[in-house]
């Protein structure tokens, strides 16, 4: 069975640091395209990090610029979300996603983590 499993969420404090891991099993990750998205409730998806399955070239969404790093290890056949300086409003279910032919952020995705809860609070 193809599926992404996602680990590492849970609560931190303003401007701590979370990483979030994303695991490909079934299949090989090395060249697909490979996001994170966020939802809360109420306010549509929004793609937070993505590498293109293209040329590797990187996308953050402004808010997470210079806070928030995407990484693959493709011999752990893994990715990642590195969060830093973490914000109230970074609260949101974190989804993993990845796609032999995405792009960035408005490719389709066909393989998606369970998604994980990352809450910020003090």
């Known amino acids: 069975q193809l599926q992404l499993v996602e680990s590492g969420g849970g609560l931190v404090q303003p401007g701590g640091s979370l990483t979030l891991s994303c695991a490909g099993s079934g299949f090989t990750l090395d060249s697909y395209g490979i996001s994170w998205f966020r939802q809360t409730p109420g306010k549509e998806r929004e793609a937070v990090a993505c590498?293109?399955?293209?040329?590797?070239?990187?996308y953050y969404v402004d808010s997470v610029k210079g806070r928030f790093t995407i990484s693959r290890d493709n011999a752990r056949n893994t990715f990642y979300l590195q969060m830093n300086s973490l914000k109230f409003e970074d609260t949101a279910v974190y989804y993993c996603?990845?796609?032999?032919?995405?792009?960035?952020?408005?490719?389709?995705?066909?393989?998606w983590g369970q998604g994980t809860q990352v809450t910020v609070s003090s």
């Open positions: 590498i293109s399955s293209a040329d590797g070239r990187i």
């Open positions: 996603a990845a796609d032999p032919w995405a792009t960035g952020p408005f490719s389709d995705y066909d393989y």
